[in-house]
């Protein structure tokens, strides 16, 4: 029997209150699939998709799932299927997944696939005993399949922020490693100018002593005699009619 999504409180963030700024440069442009007349369309509402998904610094082509973009194409699946298989691929469990805890997957997956972050702690725990008691795929299809998703996106349209009107967006400022992670490789990462760091570097070195046991005896030694017993008598003499010194 599945455990049940704990309950929490969502607290009041940008996307629960009715807007009223200006639409700008920063309004997210809406993706659907029912505006997209010819294969320019479709191809900008793919690769939409794999911006929200994969954020907008980790798209590699290595990344892309040409089954399910034929799929789309042919409109075979939805849109929201083509997310659900997105956040299910190797590639987003390798960047985001394995190098982070449950709670920073809650954090990320809320932001890219519900477009909002999480209200609060109580919410991160409830999603992150999903992770553990369904996996990731079912963490993956309750979000995707939940009221929140439906209400906001449907079937048709590409997530997306909501409601930005400060800030970078999600896709920019939530990276693979959460802040421990990165917090670690700095303490590890040799600091140039660390004081610390070259004395630590001094004491690792343990020159060896070396030591010579060969003896040598100069008394053994023959040096060669390289003196010349006939020694030139004549001037210098050239071939060359052009010298300027005498020729034989």
Request: glycine residues 4%.
């Amino acid at each position: 029997m599945a455990i049940p999504l704990l309950a929490y409180k969502p607290s009041s963030q940008n996307q629960r209150v009715a807007g009223y700024e200006v639409p700008n440069e920063d309004t997210p442009y809406i993706y659907r699939i029912e505006d997209c007349i010819d294969e320019t369309d479709i191809q900008e509402l793919i690769w939409s998709a794999y911006r929200q998904v994969f954020s907008e610094h980790e798209i590699l082509n290595s990344f892309r799932q040409e089954n399910l973009e034929s799929q789309l194409r042919n409109r075979s699946i939805t849109v929201r299927d083509f997310i659900r298989g997105l956040a299910k691929t190797p590639g987003f469990y390798r960047l985001v997944v394995e190098k982070n805890s449950n709670y920073r997957v809650v954090e990320i997956c809320l932001k890219r696939i519900l477009g909002r972050a999480p209200y609060n702690k109580d919410e991160e725990i409830a999603w992150s005993i999903k992770i553990a008691t369904l996996g990731l795929g079912g963490f993956i299809d309750a979000l995707v399949n939940s009221e929140e998703y439906q209400s906001n996106f449907g079937d048709n349209t590409v997530p997306y922020q909501r409601r930005r009107f400060k800030d970078r967006p999600f896709n920019l400022v939530t990276p693979s490693y959460a802040d421990y992670w990165r917090d670690k490789e700095e303490s590890d990462r040799y600091k140039w100018g660390d004081v610390n760091n070259f004395l630590a570097m001094a004491r690792s070195i343990k020159p060896k002593a070396v030591t010579n046991n060969v003896t040598v005896n100069t008394a053994n030694i023959k040096i060669p005699d390289m003196t010349r017993d006939n020694k030139p008598q004549e001037a210098r003499v050239s071939i060359n009619p052009s010298a300027s010194f005498p020729v034989r």
